[in-house]
């Protein structure tokens, strides 16, 4: 069964700081990889995704992420965040081809930005 | 015109009642999932329905069961709650199932707190 991992559960940076959040996941086939984002209070919100093409993505709010096959890894990235980019950061993976697309999540990355 | 919209935002019960929360989503969608986060905010799959059909089915208690009246609604009911149950559910849609490049949009989330 695919799995995710996340490395850092809390994170916490000065505003300027440069962000690298990592993720690696676990499935041999073609996968589907995406970050959310959930800001305190709110629903899951997608930030990126990766289909196919480019292993370089750029998503919402200035954040992107690199796929990298030969590592299982698909690490978000901002260069300067910000006292909003304050939320709960999750990586999935949808490992699709078999019956019914099935998001599975690594636990997450709570990151506090100080202001 | 919200995409993917959840009833109620909030639940508190007490333990052994049954409650219902809806979920509806207006993208025509052929598929609609529940997730459920646990308190310490893993993401996990429940259930999934395609078309009214239910196509995955996560080693969840019996006392859940999903209602699919159409493919425009996905809805859960939970017979005797239990405080292990307190957690936030999310429903999502998305596409079609087991294809390749598709996202999976979410609802606001309910958050249920059994007492």
């Known amino acids: 069964a695919q799995s995710v991992s996340q490395h850092n559960h809390h994170v916490i940076l000065s505003e300027a700081a440069s962000l690298e959040l990592g993720c690696n996941y676990s499935?041999?086939?073609?996968?589907?990889l995406f970050w959310y984002v959930q800001y305190p209070g709110q629903h899951l919100q997608l930030l990126l995704k990766y289909f196919s093409g480019d292993p370089l993505v750029k998503g919402i709010k200035g954040f992107e992420a690199e796929f990298i096959k030969s590592k299982f890894s698909f690490n978000l990235r901002k260069p300067s965040v910000q006292w909003s980019d304050t939320a709960e950061y999750f990586c999935a993976v949808n490992a699709f081809g078999g019956y019914g697309n099935k998001l599975v999540f690594g636990a997450g990355t709570i990151l506090r930005v100080k202001s | 015109d919200t995409a993917v919209s959840q009833t109620p935002k909030y639940l508190v019960t007490q333990m052994g009642n049954d409650k219902s929360i809806k979920c509806e989503q207006n993208?025509?969608?052929?598929?609609m999932y529940w997730y459920k986060q646990d308190s310490k905010k893993f993401l996990k799959i429940m259930f999934s329905y395609n078309n009214k059909e239910l196509i995955i089915n996560e080693t969840v208690p019996n006392r859940f069961s999903p209602k699919s009246p159409d493919k425009a609604h996905l809805n859960l009911h939970i017979n005797s709650l239990e405080l292990g149950d307190s957690a936030v559910y999310f429903c999502?849609?998305?596409?079609?199932?087991?294809?390749?490049?598709?996202?999976?949009?979410f609802g606001q989330g309910t958050r249920l707190t059994v007492v």
């Open positions: 993208l025509g969608h052929d598929t």
């Open positions: 499935y041999g086939g073609t996968v589907n």
């Open positions: 999502a849609s998305s596409p079609a199932p087991g294809q390749a490049n598709t996202e999976a949009f």
